[in-house]
């Protein structure tokens, strides 16, 4: 007799009963049976027949008894397949193994709700914090937020699970924020370019407070970069830093980040004047001097570390008796600054690499209504009203 052939299934009678039965591969490659017992011959059939041609489809859904935990720590570890960025992998394994795994990473994957999914983001709103100070702020609660989901959409492809919880959990609310609550004004960005005009790395705080690049784009700059008689420098790499780990040299954000930015004639003396003084010191240190091309190094020519610039930046601004803002904050700074000075949005877009005119408009929209009065105002006077 010859053998039924693999993926037909089978149907057999038992004690006046129809037992029908199939076997299939679940998303982990692991064989698998499901039976059913049936009062009739067709039933058996037909609810063979449905299953049989779901799993040939690939819509059979089982994560068998893995558990929340054990599918995480497999789906960070396939996370290097997929060629994301160094601090967005760093981001889901702080999610994953610092909050989720110790919350829900017991719950069998194929049990986990929307409701448990809810309630786990509720009581880190509440007291969520590592440290035990209370709960984690609204974008944090979003970050665990879209980790699961990324996670779980996953799984959802590997025909572990049929739907993402995620999707029917409500999302965690963020209010709006002003980015610009907490900016300096032009008055204050000179103060502080006024008392850090001694600090060895005085051309960086100038580039920074003058171009509106972020952090890593700053860290990221080379001479051939710069183009001293036309006033102009280019974007076209990063050097970021993951948990105090060795500095990372990549591409941009994305394509719009990689763009040219002007900057004004005080700085392109800065940076001849820069020039001369990093030459001195390549001099001084002779054969210790690390060979590259980086516009901002330490006395032996190694590039800045972008955590180290932002630690120097706030000693900077505590010794000169300042408002403490971040890095990130000084970039707000500089576009606040150029709206309010009335210069088009689009430009503003095009210096700080935004991908679109919308982020920006968006991200500084506190700003817009004094514009829009500003402007009527000016039509008034053109129209001698």
């Given amino acids: ?22 076997s299939y591969v679940d998303g982990y490659g692991k064989r698998r049976q499901r039976s059913g017992m049936f009062d009739t011959r067709t039933a058996a059939r037909a609810w063979l027949n449905q299953h049989l041609a779901e799993a040939g489809s690939g819509r059979i859904t089982d994560a068998g008894g893995i558990t929340v935990g054990e599918y995480l720590i497999d789906w960070l570890g396939s996370l290097g397949m997929q060629q994301l960025e160094a601090a967005t992998v760093s981001w889901y394994q702080s999610a994953a193994l610092r909050h989720i795994i110790p919350a829900l990473g017991k719950v069998r994957l194929a049990k986990l709700s929307a409701v448990q999914i809810e309630s786990f983001l509720a009581a880190k709103a509440e007291s969520g914090r590592l440290d035990d100070k209370g709960g984690l702020g609204p974008a944090s609660v979003r970050r665990l937020q879209v980790t699961l989901h990324k996670a779980l959409d996953a799984a959802v492809r590997k025909g572990l699970l049929a739907t993402n919880p995620v999707d029917l959990a409500d999302k965690p609310k963020i209010p709006p924020s002003d980015v610009t609550e907490t900016v300096w004004t032009p008055e204050t960005m000179t103060a502080f370019l006024s008392a850090t005009g001694t600090d060895r790395l005085a051309p960086l705080w100038q580039v920074a407070s ?22 102009v420098l280019s974007v076209k790499r990063a050097r970021i830093q993951i948990n105090g780990g060795k500095p990372i040299t990549k591409g941009p954000k994305s ?50 570390n972008p955590e180290w610039v932002g630690k120097r930046f706030r000693r900077l601004i505590a010794d000169a008796g300042l408002p403490i803002i971040t890095m990130r904050q000084l970039r707000h700074s500089h576009a606040t600054a150029l709206l309010k000075a009335g210069v088009h949005p689009k430009v503003v877009q095009e210096r700080l690499g935004h991908s679109s005119i919308s982020v920006t408009m968006d991200i500084y929209s506190s700003v817009l209504p004094g514009m829009q009065r500003e402007a009527v105002e000016r039509l008034a006077t053109m129209m001698g009203r």
């Avoid at 005080?266 to 980086?294: C, D, F, H, P």
């Fill in 210 to 231: 003058m171009t509106g690049l972020r952090r890593s784009e700053l860290c990221g700059l080379q001479w051939p970069d710069i183009e001293l008689d036309s006033a």
């Fill in 1 to 22: 007799m010859s053998r039924r052939p693999k993926g037909t299934g089978n149907i057999r009678e038992r004690d006046g009963r129809y037992q029908a039965r199939y």
């Fill in 255 to 304: 394509a719009a980040s990689r763009r040219v930015v002007d900057f004004d004639a005080e700085m392109v003396n800065v940076l001849r004047r820069w020039k001369v003084a990093q030459l001195e010191e390549r001099l001084r240190a002779g054969t210790a001097w690390e060979s590259g091309e980086w516009l901002f190094t330490n006395e032996i020519g190694q590039p800045v």
